[in-house]
């Protein structure tokens, strides 16, 4: 299996900030410390998975 690419958290924020199409989720099961921890305009992991059928294999998921 491979591992997926680490980004440093300004990249993301850059990229973000540049309008970038990526889905930033926090990737905790547990929904109340995702809440404790979410970052604006990221989903929860389970947010994520209700959402899965309609995203596209080339669909930028990052993960924190």
């Known amino acids: 299996m491979a591992s997926a690419p680490r980004m440093a958290a ?3 924020k850059d990229r ?3 309008g970038a ?3 930033l989720v926090c990737a905790y ?3 109340q410390k995702c809440n404790q921890l979410r970052l ?3 989903v929860s992991l389970n947010q994520l998975r209700a959402r899965e059928q309609g995203l596209s294999q ?3 998921i ?3």
Request: hydrophobic share 40%; charged share 35%; proline share 5%.
């Open 10 to 12: 300004k990249d993301v």
């Open 16 to 18: 973000m900030g540049a």
């Open 21 to 23: 199409d990526l889905i």
């Open 29 to 31: 099961d547990d929904d």
């Open 40 to 42: 604006p305009g990221s």
């Open 58 to 60: 080339a669909q930028e």
């Open 62 to 64: 990052v993960f924190y």
